[in-house]
DNA sequence: GTGAAAGCGCTAACAG
DNA sequence: CTGTTAGCGCTTTCAC
């Protein structure tokens, strides 16, 4: 592959010349201008990004760490990350964790080598995992989890929000015995669901059963699980609605409530959380949150290019967008 | 941050003692390694990968370039590509062209600059797009999609056959008159699958109705638009099921006929294509064809990489990866 | 076994 | 304005 070198020989200047006209940051004549470009485009040149970066000690990528790329939620944030990654002509490093505390220090690790100029972290919901990201000295930005109270530079939906929405429209639907289908209690959205859901219970003075309060996972089957679970204690015990934390978990409680002729929303209610694809196709149209997710990645990546820009900033950048109530059929709109 | 050099200082050896012990490929004595290890503790130093790409012409990287980040059909795909450079200490720089021509050249020239090792394409449906990649000299494969009649190396899904095995399941149910719903022709995968649509029609001896036989492409809207089409010709002339090149269309076309009270399967049949996320949880559970892109990924990368170590094999590797039918309720089963 | 030194391709003083 | 040159941090001969 021709070099800069080869390039300045066949145009018969010099290497610095030749580097003014690529980066155009020096006043050339026409004349060489035009030689340069012509063995550019004789010899197919094309910059060393490599030895540019060895350089200028910039390398122009971003890591972004996930927790679980199969998951579709993800799916919009990154394409928000990668739209303004690109607008700043800098290249996203995908790493897929899948959940794997080993496989993340691995990631880690090899984003520090790589020397990426900035981490994006959506699989923080501990501080703990901070420390070695700290220790490294590269600019990070959490987004979509976050520790609890953490005080340093975060974007994130409004999870609390989005618990509270489901609460209050199951409320104007004069349901009050309302059963929470949470995650997993080390995910950071799940604790701030949950905290939701508790709060608008308790502003609205809805009895919270501990008994219609669940821990979980945001799985089909844990839905269909713990809906099972309802079921068998008797069809007289029933809580009025459901508020589940994710609309995988509302689809698994469909079928389990199907499968033993309870109907929804006739007998039961339920809302989802965070407005998947596909719900809307859904059995019974499902009435659910939706997560400005595209809009998260985007503030998230342009909040850490400005790190990047301005490390001594000292403001803290922290952002919680809000999600919106999507009402389709679940919920008993539209039939009572 | 730290340098080899300081490193080298510290421990009072030569930089190239600290290379060795670094890269375990030369014997170190106990005592200096020892040292050596130390001072990489105390200074907290990680190997600079782009000093380290610069001079060995390596970068360990991979770009992935895709035409539609939001398609969910890519989430199990790049996860496979993920989970086989991890475990070669390969890096995937994810690059989103969003179906646009400038993009894509924007980005493999990113690619290009960035001196990665090998490039996996998952949007050329025309050999046009590749003369640019192929004058990098980048080892590159197609994955997912490929020009008709492509000579070089690619792995995909058998898209014809996915056709056929729809066809052939809803000739096993008696249906004679079948509508097919393609999606864009300038896409090699909808080529491919009409391709076997209308082979699979005329090896049963079925005749293919010009005016059932629909172009488009892969969303749900369009699914809701040529359904809504055939029911405006008047419901006597409706088709007795439905090939329908994608699920999404499948789901708009249910729509479609659930809005003029036609019930799927009882009136009409559809059968779709890919088995997405939540297809079972679909108003009728959709029968359609699974793709095994997890594997496609995997057997992607484990042969990009195998280009790379090898360049010279002559052989080249063309895969076409078996669908399989997912029997549900949409076709009809479990209902006749 | 260990170290000195050249050089990967580029940028950015610094001279001229 | 243009060219010379010293590195960026690392690997890798090649001597000792």
């Given at each position: 592959m021709a070099t800069m070198k080869d390039v300045a020989k066949r145009a018969n200047v010099s290497v610095a010349t030749v580097s003014s006209v690529i980066n155009q940051n020096k006043y050339v004549s026409p004349e060489l201008k035009e030689r340069v470009l012509k063995a550019i485009e004789e010899l197919n040149y094309t910059p060393n990004a490599v030895a540019r970066s060895l350089k200028k000690n910039v390398t122009n990528s971003i890591g972004v760490i996930l927790a679980d790329i199969l998951n579709p939620y993800y799916l919009e944030m990154v394409k928000g990350i990668d739209d303004v990654a690109l607008e700043h002509d800098f290249n996203l490093i995908l790493c897929n964790t899948s959940n794997d505390w080993k496989r993340f220090r691995t990631y880690l690790n090899l984003m520090i080598e790589k020397r990426v100029d900035g981490l994006l972290l959506a699989n923080i919901s501990d501080a703990e995992d901070l420390r070695e990201v700290e220790r490294s000295g590269i600019p990070f930005l959490l987004i979509n989890r976050k520790p609890g109270g953490y005080a340093g530079d975060y974007v994130c939906i409004d999870n609390f929000k989005s618990s509270v929405l489901s609460v209050q429209h199951l409320y104007e639907h004069q349901y009050r015995k309302i059963s929470f289908?949470?995650?997993?209690?080390?995910?950071?959205?799940?604790?701030?669901?949950?905290?939701?859901?508790?709060?608008?219970?308790?502003?609205?003075?809805?009895?919270?059963?501990e008994d219609l309060v669940f821990s979980g996972n945001y799985t089909r089957d844990k839905g269909y699980e713990?809906?099972?679970?309802?079921?068998?204690?008797?069809?007289?015990?029933?809580?009025?609605?459901?508020?589940?934390?994710?609309?995988?978990?509302?689809?698994?409680?469909?079928?389990?409530?199907?499968?033993?002729?309870?109907?929804?929303?006739?007998?039961?209610?339920?809302?989802?959380?965070?407005?998947?694809?596909?719900?809307?196709?859904?059995?019974?149209?499902?009435?659910?949150?939706?997560?400005?997710?595209?809009?998260?990645?985007?503030?998230?990546?342009?909040?850490?290019?400005?790190?990047?820009?301005?490390?001594?900033?000292?403001?803290?950048?922290?952002?919680?967008?809000?999600?919106?109530?999507?009402?389709?059929?679940?919920?008993?709109?539209?039939?009572?």
């Open positions: 289908f949470g995650g997993d209690p080390a995910i950071s959205t799940a604790r701030e669901r949950k905290e939701g859901f508790l709060a608008a219970m308790e502003q609205l003075g809805l009895t919270v059963y713990l809906a099972k679970r309802l079921v068998e204690r008797g069809f007289r015990s029933l809580p009025e609605a459901i508020c589940s934390s994710s609309d995988l978990m509302a689809f698994g409680a469909y079928k389990a409530f199907k499968e033993h002729g309870i109907r929804v929303p006739e007998d039961i209610a339920i809302i989802g959380n965070a407005n998947s694809v596909f719900s809307e196709d859904f059995s019974v149209p499902l009435t659910t949150v939706s997560h400005p997710t595209y809009v998260m990645g985007r503030v998230g990546m342009t909040m850490l290019l400005d790190k990047i820009k301005n490390p001594t900033a000292a403001e803290k950048v922290q952002m919680e967008i809000e999600p919106t109530l999507i009402v389709r059929r679940s919920c008993g709109c539209a039939w009572k």
